[in-house]
């Protein structure tokens, strides 16, 4: 497995248009979470799934934001009425089911994709 | 409301150095806290994972030390070389809320100059 994937890398839009990512996970991995990372800071949460269920969702995920992950695998972000504000790296991790009060298990994440609306 | 600084932004060493970088998070309930490096326009890298009941996590040239109860972590590099050169981020992970996000810091720009 060469580990978590994203497609497309870079995607470039103007404001209003709809746009959507995909994440593949390492496929073991239960858990799929989504980050964005805006210039000179650190990654901020968005969303996770465990499985398909989506257990989590920031404040940052406006209405505008959907993500999905249907059969537990792969998992889309779309973002409809782009706007400028949105332009950001949006970055897909992926880790193992923590056990129970157990080990919790590190998240080992994709390469981006770099988001420019116009 | 956890949050996580990262001191200093920025650090320029020469080849060679051995160098410390600072993390720090307001709240002690956390179930881990994870090391990565970020290269420019690219993902994030684990490094080291620390959990919560550890003090320490050793991989190569990379000590990561937690001291959960004052809230600090510190990555140390020993014999830095150019190829360290990279964004260094420290992220925790609360314990509290059953949540599964990183809590990040701003990040350490690393430089090391031939």
């Known amino acids: 497995d060469t580990g978590v994937s994203q497609d497309p890398r870079h995607k470039i839009t103007k404001r209003g248009q709809n746009v959507t990512f995909r994440c593949d996970p390492i496929?073991?991995?239960?858990?799929l979470y989504w980050y964005r990372q805006t210039l000179g800071q650190g990654p901020e949460f968005l969303t996770y799934f465990q499985n398909e269920a989506q257990l989590e969702k920031s404040r940052l995920l406006s209405d505008r934001f959907s993500a999905e992950r249907p059969k537990g695998s792969f998992s889309t972000l779309e973002i409809q009425r782009t706007e400028q504000g949105d332009s950001a790296m949006y970055l897909c991790?992926?880790?193992?089911?923590?056990?129970?009060?157990?080990?919790?298990?590190?998240?080992?994440f994709g390469p981006g994709t770099r988001l420019t609306v116009t | 409301k956890q949050e996580v600084t990262q001191i200093p932004a920025a650090l320029s060493v020469p080849e060679g150095e051995n160098l410390v970088l600072n993390c720090s998070f307001t709240?002690?309930?956390?179930?881990?806290l994870q090391w990565f490096r970020q290269d420019p326009g690219k993902g994030l890298t684990s490094l080291l994972l620390?959990?919560?009941?550890?003090r320490e996590q050793t991989s190569g040239r990379l000590n990561a030390s937690l001291d959960k109860s004052s809230g600090r972590s510190t990555l140390y590099i020993a014999a830095s070389q150019p190829g360290d050169s990279a964004t260094y981020l420290c992220a925790v992970r609360p314990s509290a809320g059953n949540t599964g996000k990183l809590i990040f810091g701003q990040g350490t720009t690393l430089q090391v100059k031939p």
């Open positions: 496929s073991e991995h239960n858990r």
């Open positions: 709240d002690s309930a956390i179930y881990n």
């Open positions: 620390i959990q919560s009941s550890q």
């Open positions: 991790a992926s880790s193992e089911l923590a056990g129970m009060g157990l080990l919790v298990y590190e998240q080992y």
